[in-house]
């Protein structure tokens, strides 16, 4: 393994994702700068990977206990993440056509 | 990787080449509220390629564990996907928490497995892996209770606050550059972590409600530089990758936020807004206001050709979302052009307005950006102000001696008419007296905002039954 290569490898990687993210983020619509932050939560919890590594190898006692917390944190923010997006973005609607003509109900 | 493990390890990454551009067509696929749901879409097909590819992984002798973690973590995940929208500025911050948890517990567990076999490169990033990873964790906490008011919400500060956290991290770092220069000394690796941990709730003690659109995001940039660098102790690109988007992501949003509230990262950080204010409260004499009914307000409303509601946090709080869009429904019905003037920090998260609207039904093409919108004022009927505070305060534009001096603002005070719904004339979450109630164009609307917009709905809605 030749680490220094692998490491010049991955800060090429680092930095040219980081330049995507930035010009992919600037264009996203300030209206779903919320919706934004949960997908990016949920897509951040690929950190998963690494716990379930972790946890499958089993090379000790320490790494399993930590790995296996770690996977339980990930996954939630995975599912809760995935979800909470998909219900605001439904929510987003553009104007009807027409409004309707459906009766007003008043509250109280 | 060498040759020998060629073929499975090709596969592999070859998934994670696929979720790594199904990632970026997710995020790229945010910019708008036609395609956003694809983006979904994308992300969640990205997501399971890569936890099925990892499962091929050629080590993992143990799956029984690794489902018993994926099972409870969708039990806790479920319930946390489904929260009000009220309540999704804590659920967030509780999610970076965790996201946070993951790194430094994979960190910590990488440190213990490879110590003291570790290049001095790599100590160096597990390191700012674990420090980011743990002060985002502790501090996410904080933000989370503060947000959901189970600590206080106002900022605690005291003499020498900024020296203290200082030297915290610079206690951190001194055992980061200690593990790297002596890998023997791992005994210390603990300590590195508590330090991290602890910095993290001193770091958010002192800020306040109104600073958390900008928190947030900051944390959301450490959660995402956090995975970075534990993408590079574990030499996965993938996680890089989400990682770097991640970390772009947070540090972008926090930039815009602090723009909007004409403040730097590191006034945020380090200069609660709660202290500036010692000024604000001895200009109590009474000054006259003008005030009106909901049947008077129902009156001017219904008289108006052009409407500009602009929300606040208030108006989240009274839960009136639902009222507003009633208010909404009847002026529109009446021909009247209502729009939402949207302040980039209004809520409690960026673009948290926008959500809440938009679970109230109200078409998203009517809520404008600021940027957009404040041109239109002077030529606005009226504007209704509803639980917004300082990000109407035409003090931002004039008044040099207030500390909101120079943040952008919505410029309400130019409508013909300005209505404010407001409980009482008590100075909002900042402590800031704000002119634009005594201005002669400025009706107060005192009451709750919820009861209030349904008055107003049903002195509308009166008139035609």
């Excluded at chain 2, 050709?305 to 009847?330: C, F, S, T, W």
Aim: net charge neutral.
């Amino acid at each position: 393994m030749n680490s220094s290569s692998n490491l010049i490898d991955a800060l090429f990687i680092f930095v040219l994702a980081g330049f995507i993210g930035f010009e992919v983020i600037r264009r996203v619509s300030p209206l779903l700068h919320t919706p934004l932050m949960s997908l990016t939560n949920a897509l951040d919890a690929i950190a998963v990977v690494g716990a379930i590594v972790l946890v499958g190898e089993h090379k000790s006692t320490l790494s399993a206990v930590f790995g296996f917390i770690a996977v339980v944190a990930a996954t939630s923010n995975i599912v809760g993440g995935f979800l909470i997006t998909d219900r605001m973005l439904k929510m987003f609607k553009s104007s009807r056509p027409a409004a309707k003509p459906a009766a007003k109900s008043v509250g109280q | 990787m060498t040759a020998e493990l060629a073929g499975g390890q090709v596969i592999i990454e070859l998934v994670y080449l696929i979720a790594s551009v199904l990632f970026i067509l997710s995020l790229k696929w945010m910019s708008s509220p036609t395609t956003a749901r694809h983006g979904i879409w994308a992300g969640e097909v990205g997501m399971l390629l890569a936890i099925c590819g990892t499962l091929l992984h050629h080590g993992i002798v143990d799956y029984r564990l690794i489902a018993i973690g994926l099972v409870l973590g969708t039990i806790i995940g479920v319930p946390l996907g489904r929260v009000a929208m009220t309540a999704v500025p804590q659920r967030t911050a509780l999610s970076h928490a965790f996201g946070a948890l993951c790194v430094t517990l994979v960190g910590s567990a990488e440190f213990y497995l490879r110590s003291p076999d570790i290049s001095r490169f790599m100590m160096a990033v597990l390191s700012l892996e674990v420090i980011l990873g743990g002060l985002t964790v502790t501090g996410s906490l904080m933000a989370a209770g503060k947000l959901q008011e189970i600590l206080p919400q106002r900022p605690l500060t005291y003499k020498g606050q900024n020296l203290v956290n200082f030297l915290l991290l610079a206690a951190a770092v001194a055992i980061a550059v200690t593990l790297v220069l002596h890998p023997d000394s791992r005994s210390l690796f603990p300590f590195m972590i508590l330090i991290a941990l602890a910095f993290g709730v001193l770091l958010i003690i002192p800020i306040g409600g109104a600073d958390m659109p900008t928190v947030i995001s900051l944390l959301n940039g450490y959660a995402g530089l956090s995975a970075a660098a534990m993408g590079f102790v574990l030499e996965s690109k993938l996680l890089i990758i989400a990682g770097a988007l991640d970390g772009s992501s947070g540090l972008i949003l926090s930039i815009i936020m602090s723009k909007a509230m004409n403040r730097s990262f590191t006034n945020v950080l380090f200069g609660a807004f709660g202290q500036v204010q010692a000024s604000a409260a001895a200009g109590e004499e009474a000054r006259p206001v003008h005030s009106a009914t909901p049947e008077e307000a129902a009156a001017i409303l219904s008289a108006a050709n052009r409407v500009i509601v602009v929300p606040g946090y208030g108006m989240a709080v009274a839960q009136a979302q639902h009222k507003v869009r009633e208010l909404y429904d009847a002026l529109t019905k009446r021909g009247v052009d209502v729009r939402f003037a949207i302040h980039p920090v209004a809520g409690r998260m960026p673009g948290h307005m926008n959500v809440l609207l938009a679970e109230a039904d109200i078409p998203y093409d009517r809520l404008i950006e600021m940027d957009e919108i404040n041109g239109d004022f002077p030529q606005t009927d009226v504007a209704l102000v509803i639980g917004a505070n300082d990000v109407t305060n035409p003090a931002a534009r004039s008044d040099t001696s207030s500390p909101i001096y120079g943040m952008p603002i919505l410029d309400v005070d130019k409508a013909h008419t300005v209505m404010v719904i407001k409980r009482s004339m008590n100075p909002g979450f900042a402590g800031i007296d704000n002119p634009l109630y005594y201005l002669d164009n400025t009706l107060m609307l005192f009451g709750d905002a919820k009861a209030f917009v349904g008055s107003i709905v049903r002195e509308l809605s009166g008139g035609h039954a």
